[in-house]
């Protein structure tokens, strides 16, 4: 999917000011298309992992966005209830916990775990989705979700799992994210990656809240950055 530079500042939550800059210092990959630069939503997503898991740049976030859509209002909260925290696994591998949370959440979403848990797998081995301080969001190049929502199964392994981290720090919590198409995908990622990148959320999630906890939580901090001025770490 080609995006429009007012796309990727919607999608980031970030102003399209904060693009142009970072398309003026090479930062941001995009093309050019009659005049117009364009974004492909692969790399983008690259971009974001990449950035994320080493060079953490600040950028602000929720600059001059005005009014949000209405499947981004409370996007990370509706997602998580959609799907589920799930904290009993005893795995040690990568490939197993992936195997295991896909198969425990495959029936409430309607997925076929072994062809979904494979996509899984495809995407880790393309580049690790580990953003390091302990966190990852396994996520796939496919839509997975049929109808208009999304789901996020957050996971906390008993024993923290190595995740290929630039840190080589092993995980200790894990976002699967289930998006229906681009859109909510990106702004999802850019969600769970503005939520991480505080250090009392950090600390807050190796707690292990359960779902209600959780949700509460992340209820009233998407209620926190309807405003502008919050930033997010990338």
């Known amino acids: 999917m080609d995006l429009r530079k ?8 970030v102003s399209e000011e904060t693009i142009n800059t970072l398309v003026e210092k090479g930062r941001l990959p995009c093309y050019k298309l009659g005049g117009e630069y364009r974004f492909n939503r692969s ?12 060079e953490r740049e600040l950028l602000p976030f929720g600059e001059g966005q005005g009014e ?22 005893d795995t ?9 949370t896909i198969d425990a959440i495959a029936e409430k ?3 076929n775990p072994e062809a979904v848990a494979e996509l899984f797998l495809e995407r880790e081995n393309l580049m690790p989705t580990a953003l390091n301080q302990g966190i990852a969001i396994p996520h796939t190049r496919e839509f997975l979700i049929n ?11 008993k024993v923290p799992i190595e995740w290929g981290a630039l840190d080589s720090m092993p995980v200790h919590t894990l976002f699967f994210l289930f998006a229906c198409d ?7 990622l850019a969600k769970i990656a503005h939520f991480i990148s505080n250090e009392d959320h950090l600390r807050f999630l190796q707690t292990r809240p359960d779902k209600a906890t959780l949700l509460e939580f992340i209820k009233q ?12 770490l990338l």
């Open 221 to 232: 901090w998407e209620s926190s950055i309807k405003s502008p001025g919050s930033e997010i």
């Open 6 to 13: 007012k796309d990727v500042a919607e999608l980031l939550t």
């Open 147 to 157: 109808g208009l929502f999304d789901a996020v199964v957050v996971v906390y392994p």
């Open 43 to 54: 790399e983008i997503e690259d971009w974001m992992v990449k950035v994320l898991a080493s």
């Open 109 to 111: 979403l309607k997925l």
């Open 92 to 100: 040690s591998s990568k490939e197993e916990l992936i195997y295991v």
């Open 182 to 188: 681009d859109r909510r995908h990106l702004n999802l």
């Open 68 to 89: 949000k859509a209405p499947w981004q209002q409370f996007g990370l909260y509706r997602a998580i209830h959609r799907g589920e925290v799930l904290s009993e696994f």
